[in-house]
Structures are given as structure tokens and as C-alpha cells.
């Protein structure tokens, strides 16, 4: 059985963390070196192609911070869970990613957009 709070929460983290050097160190922690991540905005395989879509988000988003919504869940080798980024606490975009678990860590992502700011 894999602790799915822990997996969310290195995801989270990963995301959160703004030093590439350390973000780096928590990739390694969170995603299996191949690592596939797709959403409907971008998409990247391994190691470097995630820091560089953090590092995006991060650039487009300053100040933005992502949080946990509710509490993970899953079975088997899936995980599914919401989260949140915004300023301060605030929710300004929202999402549920799906994911496969390999070795306690996340092997394949696939995000989905729930809230999005009106164009």
C-alpha cells in the first residue's frame, strides 16, 4: 500500500519549491526519473523536462503557491487529488491530477484544469 498523502505532498512541494538546486533534490524525490507529465497546457518527460515546466509556472504565477484540496486518494498504482494556486491562500486556479505509482514515487501524471480565471 502507498502512503498517498506523502506522494501528494512531494508533488506539492516540488511545485512549491522556487531554488532550482532544491527543487531539483525534491523532483528526485517525488517522480521516477521517467516521469511523464501531461496537462492541457504542457507537457514533459524525465527529470529536466519537470523543472523546467515548474520553473514556468513559477515565472508566469510569481508569488503563487500550490496547496492540497481535500485528501488523496486512490488504489493499487493510482492517485488521484486536487490542489490549488493562488496568492496568499487564495484559490485563483484549480485542478485534479491523476497519477501512476512506481516505487512510492510518481511515474505518470495527467492534470486536469477545474478553475480556471475567465479570459
Known amino acids: 500500500m502507498h502512503d498517498l498523502d506523502h506522494i501528494a505532498e512531494a508533488y506539492i512541494a516540488a511545485w512549491n519549491e522556487t531554488d532550482a538546486v532544491r527543487r531539483g533534490t525534491l523532483i528526485g524525490r517525488a517522480f521516477t526519473p521517467e516521469i511523464g507529465y501531461r496537462d492541457p497546457v504542457m507537457q514533459g518527460e524525465g527529470h529536466e523536462a519537470i ?63 477545474d478553475k480556471i480565471p475567465a479570459q
Open 51 to 113: 523543472n523546467t515546466l515548474i520553473a514556468g509556472v513559477q515565472h508566469q504565477f510569481p508569488g503563487f503557491r500550490f496547496a492540497l484540496r481535500g485528501k488523496p486518494d486512490g488504489f493499487s498504482d493510482t492517485i488521484r487529488f486536487s490542489w490549488t494556486l493562488g496568492p496568499n491562500g487564495t484559490s485563483v486556479i484549480e485542478g485534479t491530477d491523476f497519477g501512476l505509482i512506481e516505487g512510492g514515487r510518481l511515474k505518470q501524471v495527467t492534470g486536469f484544469l
